[in-house]
């Protein structure tokens, strides 16, 4: 499967679900654009031949904004639940580096309520990125859940609120940091040793515990309400998920989980491969109550995901689910041995075609060796070769390029026999 | 059809070939976009957060730049000929106003030869543009075809070198300007009155006469060897077609096109709908000499077309060949009675996923007239009803929302009718 294919993988995946595509221009207001990013990471543009006269016009950074301001503006005209998905580049201006690229392809699927949202598009988010994951044949993996209500319900019990945004940030990079750096940062927060103490406990106790042990643990401890409507969303999710058939060995309660963006403000969630833990999410998102914030009045909700295309790919290369390049998107090569009868050869592409063979003629003027030898450098696997006699009989031979067997075929009508001897489309990706 | 189903179509034919996508990044150098473009249309980038220290990088605004820095760049990995299409968006420096876009999309399929490449692949180039333009399904048009060696072949019996390229660029407004206009532009160049009779008589001739006898007509005149290569190579490239099987109707000499771009050497050609020619030409290109320029000391010859993808799309959007929006990528709405028993109506669902079908699930806790309503309005045109003793009986009811007409179905297993009754995918499209 190429990049290309990739791609259309996930959007048939999405609009499976009924999902519709966005596509906004790549160029969006500075104002905008700073409203959620920070000036490092976004690229202004200017015409060449002006210099820099205005700053009004900047590259999007992610697909968030994009989304948060069309939806802003085309409030009137859209049906909510909103449901679409986005893939496209977007730009950072960081410096390329392994693995930091300038420009990336993002991935994002939302689900947009206007007023409120019930918690099973939470579930239906959930359920579509594991079967995205699947259908892209990603190795095993596993998806992180928690809620964030849960985790500030729980931190006010034992820290002010103006720690709590740092607080949870610490959280979410437990895993990353060690130990010592985790408490002293705590305590560098004014949090005691001994609150300390009770918030590692907390975190790690859904250490070697069932899904359905951790929320009957959590319903017990009762806190405040903010604490309970978090226990009370995930055990919802958990319900409809269990309803969905999406098997519950690869979803797990993890309750460091925070994700780093502020915006989220219920279920979130993030999904890790098992074998490649190091290259950190492929896929992760959440509930948000207000997705467009200072660009209208409006009150909107939404849950989403973003597959991490750009993270995944190298892992797909690796085990060759993925190719790097294409040489080819043909699955045979019809070779011209009379340059006379070049009509002939060209209605037998036609008919490959038409029967879903993805086609080549190969067009200049060189000897078979020659021909054949184009086709295995592009990693065509089979080529159709007919002399003139085959042409004037209709018949021609199909050669497997790689185990080098032959197999006759008729041409006028083409032999049906040709799609098995090629295989199908879907089994070439 | 919604604009992404478009490029679909587009992709599919184009792989169909054998034609591999291309993807770069959209930001180059300056430097490799100012060998071929003016700064006037070249966005420029900088960091936000650093002003304009530099001004390297930029924005695309052709794809054929990016082609030929791809070709230098990875010419020891390529397969000669190569041959990729290109679909994506490029950015002008431009004032936005009707019918011209800050960021718009292009097109482009190219066939690149190492060293030499033969005329038959102009052939395939054409009879490509004709095959995408007719599964888009627009409307009637008609391939104007020339060939640069016969216009500057005939010219120079007339008028000096140095005067060329810009009489040559005349030639190609000549159906633009005013007869006057076009008379007094060439007595600017100092072109005599006489000349300019007879340069008017020769891209005349071909009124009225059929593509064999401007054939036939042209070889009588042998001004020299330019002009005899250039008839040779038209000549070449209409009886490929002819065996090609491409209607000859739909293709017409034009001694007066000269596409403006001056990198043409060979082959030229332009698509104007019949009825619209209004709106210029919807698909063009040509074949050229040396791709790469001053990129690489290679020679590499390449023919490619540019379909005018937004161009089209306003008149496919008026044709209704094409959906400016669309609601919902969903056929059916599974509706939902019974919250308790969610997962049924999921396995519902899933199952009609598994047969092609898109289907959306409706989420939300409303009734049923509001999820009815809620799929009248995202023109979902069918929605499946069951109450409980369905749902138990794995029985259901298919309404098509536009007539009101209602089916029985069986969901257990799912029954085979439910495809014909919601219509294939292709149909919807």
Redesign the interface.
């Known amino acids: 499967m ?3 294919r990739m791609l ?1 993988v996930l ?1 048939r995946k ?8 966005m ?1 906004t ?3 969006e207001r ?1 104002e905008t654009l ?1 409203a959620k990013g ?3 990471e ?8 002006d ?2 006269a205005k ?1 009004d016009l ?2 999007r950074f992610d697909l968030t904004v994009p989304l948060a301001r069309y939806v802003a503006s085309h409030f009137g ?1 859209l ?1 909510f ?1 909103y ?1 679409r998905y986005h893939i496209a ?1 977007v ?1 950072r ?1 960081e410096r390329p580096q392994q693995g930091r ?3 990336f392809y993002q991935c994002d699927v939302d689900v947009i ?1 206007d007023g ?3 918690i ?2 939470d579930a ?1 988010i959930l359920l579509l990125v594991a079967e995205v994951l699947r259908s892209l044949k990603v190795p095993a993996f596993c998806t992180h859940i928690n809620n964030r209500k849960i985790l500030s319900g729980f931190l006010k019990t034992l820290i002010d609120d103006e720690q709590l945004t740092e607080a949870v940030r610490l959280m979410d990079k437990m895993d990353k940091i060690s130990s010592d750096e985790f408490d002293n940062s705590l305590l560098r927060l004014g949090v005691s040793s001994e609150n300390i103490g009770k918030i590692r406990e907390f975190l790690e106790s859904d250490d070697g515990r069932s899904n359905p042990e951790i929320l009957e643990w959590l319903k017990t401890l009762d806190f405040n309400d903010e604490f309970r409507e978090g226990v009370a969303e995930l055990e919802e999710v958990f319900g ?1 998920l ?4 999406e098997a519950a060995e690869s979803m797990r309660i993890s309750l460091k989980l925070a994700r780093g963006l502020t915006y989220y403000t219920g279920n979130v969630f993030e999904t890790v491969l098992d074998d490649f833990r190091e290259i950190g999410s492929v896929a992760g998102g959440g509930r948000y109550n207000d997705l467009v914030g200072t660009l209208s009045d409006k009150k909107l909700p939404g849950v989403g995901a973003t597959i991490g295309v750009s993270r995944l790919t190298p892992k797909l290369l690796e085990s060759g689910l993925l190719r790097a ?6 699955r045979i ?1 019809v070779t011209i041995q009379r340059r006379d009868r ?2 002939d050869y ?2 037998i592409a ?1 008919d490959l ?1 038409q029967m879903g063979i ?4 190969y ?3 060189k000897n078979l060796g020659a021909q054949l030898n ?1 086709a295995a ?2 990693k ?1 696997k089979f080529a159709l070769i007919a002399n003139l006699e085959e042409l004037q009989e209709s018949r021609a031979i199909v050669r497997n390029l790689e185990t080098g067997e032959q197999r006759r075929i008729c041409t006028s009508p083409m032999d049906d026999e040709i799609q098995k001897i090629v295989g199908r489309g879907d089994e070439k990706t």
């Open positions: 190429a990049f290309s259309e959007r999405f609009e499976s679900y009924g999902f519709v595509p596509d221009p790549a160029v500075v700073l920070n000036d490092h976004i690229y202004g543009l200017y015409r060449l031949a210099g820099v700053r900047g590259l005209q049906v639940p449901k580049p730009w201006g690229y300038r420009q309520g409120a949202l019930s099973a598009h239906e409809i269990e309803e969905f058939g390049d294409e040489l080819s998107t043909a090569l070049i009509g060209v209605k036609r075609r993805e086609t080549e003629t067009l200049q003027e184009y450098k592009k065509i």
